[in-house]
């Protein structure tokens, strides 16, 4: 799978702390939306650009695109300066709550 963005972060953080007092269920919840997303890279993208080679390229770079600018749709801008080093967004997030 292809590194998180920010909205993967923050939905990842807050699947965890919702359901820190189950952590497997956490876990296993992540672990179905990874090989989703595992299946659909290996599976699904190759194909609609075989299939459909006069659209717009669906790639993995297209999805890790569409997934960042929803973070920044909602506000989130991936990494942030605060006080001279970077926090993530889920650190963000955290210190917000």
Known sequence: MW???PIEEITKY???KELERQPQTADTRWGYY???CNRLIINVLDEIR???PQHTDHGQRHVIDVLQ???FLIG???CV?????RMRSNELLA???
């Open 3 to 5: 590194p998180l963005t």
């Open 14 to 16: 807050m699947l965890e």
């Open 34 to 36: 990874t090989t989703a």
């Open 50 to 52: 075989a299939s459909l």
């Open 69 to 71: 600018r929803a973070g």
């Open 76 to 78: 989130l801008n991936g």
């Open 81 to 85: 300066a605060i006080s001279g080093s």
């Open 95 to 97: 210190n917000e709550l």
